[in-house]
């Protein structure tokens, strides 16, 4: 098992591109997280898979952003019409439900967005 | 008010002091991690825990949930220790999100 990857680990797009980023959880993990990190700031979350069905989203993923995981493994976050506030860290982390109310989360290295 | 405050933000220290960084937060959680993020954005976790206090070489950390605190605590300190420090919350009644600290900037020096 090679941990949670993520690609690409760098994207640099202009503004108003599309881009979009895939994260392979470990397997067997059925629970996904996206996180996004701004310049010194700790991690905000955005959205959570179990399995294929996604069953949370925070107020910050606004319209432009949409996320999928359709066979309940890898998932691809998109942001349509990118803006220089998109700029951050994307990262992206699995869990396997343990018993008891803690699931640990492993962290992918993340995927570094800078719009210009 | 975040839901969770780290204190102190930055800190520089000598190799080998002790080294104690603190975590406060405001809402009923499940557990709390303490994360390590080295430079270039990979987040590991270093503990999770919802009472007492666990070791793990020369990493030692503390919850005290009565008073909504967790302190995390470096022995000995090395250089190859800094790194930024995330204090992370499950709150009560959320499916699995975390909520994380802002985190603290720790630099070892010689």
């Known amino acids: 098992d090679t941990g949670v990857s993520q690609n690409p680990r760098h994207k640099i797009t202009k503004r108003g591109q599309n881009v979009t980023f895939r994260c392979d959880p470990i397997s067997e993990h059925n629970r996904l997280y996206w996180y996004r990190q701004t310049l010194g700031q700790g991690p905000e979350f955005l959205t959570y898979f179990q399995n294929e069905a996604q069953l949370e989203k925070s107020r910050l993923l606004s319209d432009r952003f949409s996320a999928e995981r359709p066979k309940g493994s890898f998932s691809t976050l998109e942001i349509q019409r990118t803006e220089q506030g998109d700029s951050a860290m994307y990262l992206c982390a699995s869990s396997y439900p343990q018993p008891g109310p803690s699931y640990e989360q492993y962290f992918g290295p993340g995927t570094r967005l800078t719009v210009t | ?110």
């Not at chain 2, 605590?73 to 909520?99: E, F, N, Q």
């Open chain 2, 1 to 110: 008010k975040n839901e969770v405050e780290q204190s102190p933000q930055n800190l520089t220290a000598q190799e080998g002091e002790f080294i104690t960084i603190n975590c406060s937060y405001s809402v009923g959680i499940s557990a709390l991690h303490w994360l390590q993020q080295h430079p270039g954005g990979g987040i590991v976790s270093l503990f999770m825990l919802s009472s007492g206090k666990k070791k793990h070489g020369r990493l030692i950390a503390t919850i005290n949930i009565q008073e909504k605190h967790s302190s995390l605590h470096i022995t000995a300190s090395h250089p190859r220790d800094s790194a930024v420090y995330i204090c992370a919350v499950r709150s009560t009644g959320t499916a699995s999100k975390l909520t994380f600290g802002t985190g603290t900037r720790l630099q070892v020096t010689l």
